[in-house]
């Protein structure tokens, strides 16, 4: 009995998840992938390979720019804040089995949704992105399989480093309200005024003081609730 043709997939890598792969059977015959052969993204590895200088772009910068003065030497260095790190990743699909693996590959990472991404990212591993401390990363676009010639795909993803949202500032506005006044003059106060005025003056010059002091005091609690235009 003659074997049927062989067809190279990739096995995944131990430890990790993955969509598809696994140990085969029958006449597809997988290969342990070297760990610079795909990326881990939200916990998924990528499909295919990542052939030699696949990864491009990815850098630390450190956030100085550099302002020179007219007609002087050297350059001032200013702080304005590290961008992002971002790049692109290129994938080989060969196989069958690599284009059904791109396909939920696809769905279910590549095509989080950006709501989901922008709060809290998308979780990255390779082994090269530990220098730059690069962990999570949003999907800023990719492309469809382009075909290359003899059964070869090629997938480009960029990824573009994630920061958390700023916090919601969240103002608060005191509305003040005027105490209520009386409408006229306290009671007390001028039963007081009055019987400390009609022992001294006697009762028809008390009256007539009384009068007096209700209608000052009352000027000044119209004053106090209407204030007149601010100097």
Aim: positive net charge.
């Amino acid at each position: 009995m003659s074997a049927g043709p062989l067809s190279l997939a990739f096995a995944r890598n131990p430890g990790k998840t993955g969509i598809g792969g696994g140990i085969s059977t029958g006449t597809q015959v997988y290969r342990a992938r070297s760990p610079l052969e795909f990326v881990t993204l939200g916990g998924v590895d990528s499909p295919g390979s990542i052939p030699k200088g696949g990864v491009k772009g990815f850098r630390r910068e450190t956030g100085f720019d550099r302002v020179r003065g007219k007609g002087t030497a050297g350059a001032t260095l200013i702080e304005v804040g590290a961008p992002p790190a971002e790049g692109t990743v290129l994938l080989q699909l060969f196989t069958d089995q690599d284009s059904n693996d791109y396909d939920n590959f696809c769905a279910f990472v590549l095509m989080t949704p950006r709501a989901v991404q922008k709060l809290q990212g998308l979780s990255l591993y390779y082994p090269t992105f530990s220098g730059i401390k690069l962990s999570r990363v949003v999907v800023g676009w990719h492309t469809p399989p382009e075909h290359q010639g003899k059964g070869l795909y090629h997938v480009t993803i960029q990824l573009i480093e994630w920061s958390p949202p700023p916090p919601l500032s969240v103002v608060k506005k005191v509305i003040g309200t005027k105490p209520d006044l009386p409408s006229g003059p306290v009671p007390d106060a001028l039963d007081a005024l009055f019987n400390a005025a009609a022992v001294t003056l006697g009762p028809g010059a008390a009256l007539r003081s009384a009068q007096t002091a209700s209608a000052t005091a009352l000027s000044r609690l119209v004053a106090a609730n209407n204030p007149g235009p601010s100097k």
